[in-house]
């Protein structure tokens, strides 16, 4: 079973920069395919960003396409979201997940495995 850590998350103005960082342990990360979500106050979780256990073909939620990219390494155990061009709109606590298909989608409910969450605070 793996275990997931995020770290990054912080306060930062709109049009800056944030990188979150998930590190996995306690299974073969090179296994998994990883994705992240987010949650704000009031609302779903939702679908940020999906990539596959090898690193390629990753998939995005419209609102953070050509923003947001995810990328992963490895042999580190980890899986990055480098978030450029901060909206308030992108406030949230930000999860990263482990799916045990090697190529997950946009769904929560395929990813059994969560990290507790990272919280990202974007100020106008």
């Known amino acids: 079973q793996v275990q997931l850590v995020e770290a990054g998350g912080g306060s930062v103005q709109a049009g800056g920069s944030l990188r979150l960082s998930c590190a996995a342990s306690g299974g073969t990360f090179s296994s998994y395919g990883m994705g992240w979500f987010r949650q704000a106050p009031g609302k779903e979780r939702e679908f940020v960003a999906t990539i596959n256990k090898s690193g390629g073909i990753p998939h995005y939620t419209n609102s953070v396409k050509g923003r947001f990219t995810i990328s992963r390494d490895n042999a580190k155990n980890t899986v990055y979201l480098q978030m450029n061009s901060l909206k308030p709109e992108d406030t949230a606590v930000y999860f990263c997940?482990?799916?045990?298909?090697?190529?997950?989608?946009?769904?929560?409910?395929?990813?059994?495995?969560w990290g507790q969450g990272t919280q990202v605070t974007v100020s106008s």
């Open positions: 997940a482990a799916a045990s298909s090697g190529w997950p989608g946009m769904y929560p409910t395929e990813y059994p495995y």
